[in-house]
């Protein structure tokens, strides 16, 4: 790749549209808008101009100056009137470094590449845009660093770096402050938390593309089990505050195994914790209420009891039907389902297994359908709400309870069956009687 023919130009924004409002010329997205002053003819001409691209030999203008500097034009690099690649901003962009650094450089850790439509991506959580890449040559070029440096083109290098998408070969983003974070970790929390001006939120894009997911999980063929129903108006007078609940709450990973969980005590906790308490229409959607709030009120969690060592119950893996109370077996104690027990007691450092496993999994399309880039960080703030609803109800029933950091997802769809694009295990949390002399306990 030469540097012979090279020149910048910049276009606004895709997503970025000019309006006249009180006299005022302005530019808006869907999340932020900046006034350009009075709507005089030359500024209007001026945007039309940008929207297909001005040459950066024209762009000296003070207000083409204060769009480049707010962030809301992108830059795009071209050769022989061929773009090589373009600079698209999703936050004002910091000063560019003033020459092509010396040092040897990397590609960041926190860069990924993916594709979209017919364009190559280049993305990073610590970057201020986007790198898009309209020349196959350019992709190799990146694929080079650091050994091919030497070929690169000094405007690449430059822009790399401003992008934060490349960085010195020695410091590798080792520094603490950069390495507690997981590649995936850090994205995640990126676009789950930083508002670009891209749809966000509740956009109901799925709307006009596909139904809505209903809000009760299918059925399940295998047997049926109704649960007991406890006496609420007796908990309401007899149970223990919220502050003893709260202040006596521990995480207990031992189970007595001369007294097991009851049937009649784990579908008071299942009532407790996760019924449906109503149902609801709105917007065309399917809504439910239950003990523990949800996201939109989407409430796309779903429990599957895998018991073990339950009076009154056979072993296996059961899904609890919040609606009627009722668990239904999904698979007796098969070696898949042994095998996702056997993977979450590793994983919670048990003695023995657990009498009671409480998987929790999240039917995705009930959150995602309606919104965007949020919608996994949603779902996941639900199961952290699901869980302390656990803790809660089982320390007030004088049982032992202990969430799990993490367990086996391919597991649980081996022993299902189920999709996990479609619905995933993403929670686990043990529950059975408690020992008396009271081992296992962590804060």
């Known amino acids: 790749m030469t540097q012979t023919a090279l ?10 549209r000019a309006l006249i409002a009180d006299g005022r010329l302005h530019v808006v997205t869907q ?19 940008l929207s297909a691209g001005l040459p950066d030999r024209e762009t000296h203008d003070d207000l083409v100056q204060r769009l480049l500097h707010q962030g809301w034009l992108s830059i795009t690099v071209e050769q022989r009137g061929r773009p090589l690649y373009t600079l698209r901003p999703h936050r004002p962009p910091p000063a560019p470094p003033p020459r092509q650094p010396a040092a040897k450089l990397r590609l960041s850790r926190f860069a990924l590449i993916t594709k979209q439509n017919a364009t190559m991506v280049v993305d990073s959580p610590r970057s201020w845009c986007t790198l898009l890449l309209h020349d196959p040559l350019t992709l190799a070029t990146l694929a080079g660093l650091p050994a091919g440096q030497d070929d690169v083109p000094d405007h690449l290098l430059r822009d790399l770096v401003w992008a934060r998408l490349a960085v010195p070969h020695e410091q590798q983003e080792e520094d603490f402050r950069l390495r ?30 596909f139904a809505p997911l209903p809000a009760r999980h299918d059925p399940f063929p295998g047997p049926q089990f109704d649960l007991h129903v406890p006496d609420l108006a007796r908990l309401r007078r007899d149970d223990p505050t919220v502050t003893a609940v709260l202040e006596d709450r521990r995480s207990i990973r031992d ?3 001369t007294r097991p969980l009851t049937a009649a005590q784990l579908g008071e906790f299942l009532y407790r914790c996760g019924r449906d308490t109503g149902a609801y229409l709105r917007d065309g959607v399917e809504h439910v209420r239950r003990p523990h709030p949800s996201g939109g009120a989407s409430h796309e969690l779903e ?12 072993q296996g893996l059961y899904h609890y039907d919040p609606a009627i109370h009722r668990l239904e077996q999904v698979a007796p104690m098969t070696a898949a389902v042994g095998r996702l027990l056997e993977v979450t007691a590793a994983c919670a450092r048990t003695t ?3 009498q009671v496993l409480l998987v929790i999994a999240a039917r995705f399309g009930r959150v995602m359908w309606k919104y965007q880039e949020m919608a996994y960080a949603l ?16 320390t007030a029933m004088g049982l032992a309870p202990c969430a799990i950091g993490g367990a086996g997802a391919t597991e649980f769809a081996d022993a299902t069956g189920l999709d996990p694009m479609t619905e995933s295990s993403l929670g686990e949390f043990i529950l059975g009687t408690r020992r008396p002399d009271g081992p296992g306990e962590t804060p």
């Open 31 to 49: 999340l932020r808008t900046a006034s350009l002053g009075p709507a005089s003819p030359d500024k209007r001409a001026l945007l039309r101009h």
């Open 7 to 16: 020149r910048r130009s910049l276009r606004l924004l895709p997503h970025a």
């Open 303 to 314: 429990i599957y009891p895998l018991i073990r060592h339950v009076d009154g119950l056979d």
């Open 352 to 354: 023995t297994p657990p």
């Open 255 to 257: 189970h007595d195994e």
């Open 180 to 209: 507690q974070w997981s590649p995936h970790e850090l994205w995640f929390h990126a676009r789950s938390r930083t508002v670009r001006d891209t749809p966000f939120g509740v956009t109901w894009w799925a709307r006009e593309r």
């Open 379 to 394: 779902i996941l703030k639900d199961v952290g709400v699901l869980t302390q609803t656990m803790y809660t109800v089982a």
